[in-house]
T-cell receptor, first 117, second 112 residues
Framework: EPEVTQTPSHQVTQMGQEVILRCVPI?????FYWYRQILGQKVEFLVS????????KSEIFDDQFSVERPDGSNFTLKIRSTKLEDSAMYFC???????????????FGPGTRLLVL | QKEVEQNSGPLSVPEGAIASLNCTYS??????FFWYRQYSGKSPELIMS????GDKEDGRFTAQLNKASQYVSLLIRDSQPSDSATYLC????????????FGAGTRLAVHP
């Protein structure tokens, strides 16, 4: 069964460093998302991406964050200068078309646990 | 601000019992509703989706939706220890590009 994959599974970085989190969505999916979950808190929407551009972003997704689909298969989240509060689990998700009257199921990757020291 | 409210629990039920999980939401425009299960340290995994008022059954799981009351619930019959997890309610946000707004989740503990 097709699945969303994410790498790395764990990443430890120093405050102020840049990190890139990678995701490979399901191959025929067209909408892509990043969510984060700080330990003990709820899953929060960061950004949605369609047709090679951001379709929506949350207040959390400030100028330190960027997303890219560099090669037609990978979908990346870059944090330019990490802060301690960026420590969280980051999940990538995708859906097939994003059209229709009802929302489609989002399929989540296994997540990347980011620890900023 | 769109809100999703869930009782954080823990909800403790004996093995074989029915677990009842509840969720209220503020976005009257939501048309799609999802229940995800999340084991500690893992990603959300879809359990059920429901779009119409009433009940929807899938195996041991039944989702119930009442749009007028802005209420959605999940019943788990014959609860098993492997059902012990956090259950996340996620109404589809009516104004966005299919983003999900998650509740904080209800932690379910099924004891033998």
């Amino acid at each position: 069964e097709p699945e969303v994959t994410q790498t790395p599974s764990h990443q430890v970085t120093q405050m102020g460093q840049e990190v890139i989190l990678r995701c490979v969505p399901i191959s025929n999916h067209l909408y892509f998302y990043w969510y984060r979950q700080i330990l003990g808190q709820k899953v929060e929407f960061l950004v949605s991406f369609y047709n090679n551009e951001i379709s929506e972003k949350s207040e959390i997704f400030d100028d330190q964050f960027s997303v890219e689909r560099p090669d037609g298969s990978n979908f990346t989240l870059k944090i330019r200068s990490t802060k301690l509060e960026d420590s969280a689990m980051y999940f990538c998700a995708s859906i097939i078309t994003g059209t229709g009257a009802f929302q489609e199921t989002q399929y989540f990757g296994p997540g990347t646990r980011l620890l900023v020291l | 601000q769109k809100e999703v409210e869930q009782n954080s629990g823990p909800l403790s039920v004996p093995e074989g019992a029915i677990a009842s999980l509840n969720c209220t939401y503020s976005d009257r425009g939501s048309q799609s509703f999802f229940w995800y299960r999340q084991y500690s340290g893992k990603s959300p995994e879809l359990i059920m989706s429901i779009y119409s008022n009433g009940d929807k059954e899938d195996g041991r799981f039944t989702a119930q939706l009442n749009k007028a009351s802005q209420y959605v619930s999940l019943l788990i019959r014959d609860s098993q220890p492997s059902d012990s997890a956090t259950y996340l309610c996620a109404p589809g946000f009516s104004g966005g590009y299919n983003k999900l707004i998650f509740g904080a989740g209800t932690r379910l503990a099924v004891h033998p």
